[in-house]
């Protein structure tokens, strides 16, 4: 395999990753948002919940391609 389009990520799998990450962090029963509900979280913010948010948004934004 050449080129980089060869290892390009699936959309459906990188969606699947970055819902999942989403809905762990809505847990409470009003299904809202909350940081703290991971291991990564920390009172400046989540990296893991700001990556899911900025993959499901540039997804999105591509109409679901990588």
Do not use: F, I, N
């Amino acid at each position: 395999m050449t080129g980089t389009d060869d290892c390009a990520p699936d959309p459906l799998v990188l969606t699947l990753a970055a819902q999942l990450t989403v809905d762990q962090h809505r847990d409470r029963p009003d299904r809202t948002y909350e940081r703290g509900t991971c291991q990564q979280c920390t009172e400046e913010g989540c990296p893991q919940l700001d990556w899911a948010e900025r993959t499901l948004a540039d997804l999105t934004a591509r109409g679901g391609r990588a």
